[in-house]
């Protein structure tokens, strides 16, 4: 199996993390960074964009959800996700979290579009906010998330290294306390959340 996957994107990270949780040794990792239409990435996933992972000459998967669903199954015996089998709760953080990453993303490329001279302040504020609203909904819930790790640890980890890494100025820490101390605990300098660095 062949990984494409960017550096920078939370979302390949966070298959690249699930990989070393479930101490899969078959994946080969190749940087492809979407924005150059490599023909690689293209013949394997027409939307373009990574993390993608070819299985065989005949078929890939795109999406980090379906990417992480599979392998384990394939590989952790479901150990990710059966937790939320039945768990509308959990299920509900889980989707709120991807949400809000997705929103962190979007808010991204909309920031690089000063550069360009087209970017918006409508959707500038519309993605902030929608990212306070997400944390917000987030540390109130955090209590669901059980002790053992689901793929809503890894997709939380994600987002708050995220938030950090791209966007300091929300000064996410200091107004959300307590994610911010899930985060120090479980995710900073622990193993299982540990991929190469990023650029």
């Known amino acids: 199996m062949e990984l494409l996957y960017s550096d920078a994107s939370p979302f390949a990270r966070a298959v690249r993390i699930v990989i070393r949780q479930l101490a899969i040794d078959n994946v080969k990792e190749t940087i492809s960074h979407p924005f150059n239409n490599e023909p690689l990435l293209l013949h394997a996933n027409p939307l373009g964009k990574v993390p993608c ?28 996700h059966q937790t939320m089998d039945n768990n509308w709760s959990l299920r509900r953080f889980f989707t709120l ?11 991204q490329q909309e920031k690089l579009r000063k550069e360009q001279q087209c970017q918006s302040a409508f959707w500038l504020t519309r993605f902030s906010h929608g990212i306070q609203r997400s944390l917000i909904e987030l540390e109130q819930a955090i209590r669901v998330l059980p002790d053992s790790p689901t793929i809503a640890h890894v997709f939380l980890g994600c987002c708050c ?26 995710c900073r300098g622990n193993e299982w959340f540990t991929t190469k660095p990023r650029v």
């Open 53 to 80: 992972l070819i299985i065989d000459d005949q078929q890939a998967l795109m999406d980090s959800e379906l990417i992480c669903d599979y392998l384990d199954r394939h590989w952790g015996e479901n150990t990710l």
């Open 161 to 186: 290294d995220y938030l950090s890494f791209r966007h300091s100025e929300l000064h996410w820490q200091q107004a959300f306390p307590v994610l911010a101390n899930w985060f120090e605990n479980n």
């Open 97 to 107: 979290t991807k949400g809000g990453l997705e929103l962190a993303v979007a808010y």
